[in-house]
Nanobody, 124 residues
Framework: QVQLVESGGGLVQVGASLRLSCAAS????????MGWFRQAPGKEREFVAG????????KYANFVKGRFTISRNNALNTVYLQMNSLIPEDTAVYYC?????????????????WGQGTQVTVSS
């Protein structure tokens, strides 16, 4: 049984940093593209960042603008999202996802497994 478990969310003030983690089990983690998505109230789930199996290729949404960094540790079956300079517009539930293709895609349908999400709230 595949499980993706996110952690690290919370309530922070504008300009703060958070580091999200996603621990995977039940799959060959190093074979999967990993992605982070987010969903704000009343909005569709959107792509944030993705990383290839060997970390050689990384893709970010335009709104990240150098503030977020995705990374992974295949030995620990974990993917991370370091978020700096947080703004209220970053408030959302953040999800990690695993895709069994070789190419990072921004489309939700390409990701096979999803975590339950972790709430990030940025207050002004």
């Amino acid at each position: 049984q595949v499980q993706l478990v996110e952690s690290g969310g919370g309530l922070v003030q504008v300009g703060a940093s958070l580091r999200l983690s996603c621990a995977a089990s039940g799959l060959t983690f190093s074979s999967y593209v990993m992605g982070w998505f987010r969903q704000a109230p009343g909005k569709e789930r959107e792509f944030v960042a993705g990383i290839s199996w060997n970390s050689a290729t990384i893709k970010y949404a335009n709104f990240v603008k150098g503030r977020f960094t995705i990374s992974r540790n295949n030995a620990l079956n974990t993917v991370y999202l370091q978020m700096n300079s947080l703004i209220p517009e970053d408030t959302a539930v953040y999800y990690c996802a695993a895709g069994d293709g070789m190419v990072i895609t921004t489309s939700r349908v390409a990701y096979k497994y999803w975590g339950q999400g972790t709430q990030v709230t940025v207050s002004s």
